[in-house]
């Protein structure tokens, strides 16, 4: 069965410092990896995806991911950090079947000013 | 345009009433889905329609929980004799044919008291 693992439950950054979210998953065949970021009251917002071709990933808000094969992997990752970027971070698989997405449990990320 | 809409946005009840979760998806998508968020978890899949129909339930907790899609475009999560446990956020997304980004909307925050 396909999981997602975000090893870190916290992390907070200072205001025009980098950022790089880990993200480990589980998967049998070629993977379809997605991250998204939920601020409070808000839903899901999609912020990039990797389904083939060039393992480094543009996405919103000027957010990027890599995806490297041999370590099982999908770090996202921000050259500098807005206050705006505080919210909940959540990577995720989809399915064989393409129609269930598998969330890790998500990074909280603060961001001291 | 407009996104996806879940109403009402809080629900408390008491234990052991019954309670329905609505989601309008976003105009022509075919697909949708209803996840449920716990407090500080990722989202968990419980439901695919495909058109009209469940295409994929294997993830509703127990015959307490029901979802219709009756017209191929509003659905109505269902849930029987709430209990506590079933406190949570359920979350609806949508996607077009052939397209693997599902779009989520704000959300329903449930209580059981």
């Known amino acids: 069965a396909q999981s997602v693992t975000q090893p870190d439950i916290h992390i907070t950054v200072s205001e025009g410092a980098s950022l790089e979210l880990r993200c480990n998953y589980s998967?049998?065949?070629?993977?379809?990896l997605f991250w998204y970021v939920q601020s409070p009251g808000q839903g899901l917002q999609l912020l990039l995806k990797y389904f083939s071709g060039d393992t480094l990933v543009q996405g919103i808000k000027g957010f990027e991911a890599e995806f490297k094969r041999s370590q099982s992997s999908f770090n996202l990752r921000k050259p500098s950090v807005h206050w705006s970027d505080a919210a909940e971070y959540f990577c995720a698989v989809l399915n064989n079947a393409g129609n269930m997405l598998t969330f890790g449990g998500g990074t909280r990320l603060m961001v001291k000013p | 345009g407009a996104g996806v809409s879940q109403t009402p946005s809080n629900k408390v009840t008491e234990k052991g009433k019954y309670v329905e979760l609505r989601c309008d998806p976003i105009s022509g998508h075919t697909a949708l889905y209803w996840y449920r968020q716990s407090l500080g978890q990722g989202p968990e899949f419980l439901i695919y329609?495909?058109?009209?129909?469940?295409?994929?339930d294997s993830g509703l907790p127990n015959d307490r929980f029901f979802a219709v899609r009756p017209e191929g475009s509003v659905s109505t999560l269902k849930i029987q004799r709430t209990e506590r446990g079933d406190s949570a956020m359920y979350l609806c997304?949508?996607?077009?044919?052939?397209?693997?980004?599902?779009?989520f909307g704000p959300g329903t925050r449930l209580t059981v008291t």
């Open positions: 998967y049998g065949a070629t993977p379809y």
């Open positions: 997304a949508s996607s077009q044919d052939n397209s693997y980004e599902q779009y």
């Open positions: 329609f495909q058109g009209t129909g469940a295409a994929d």
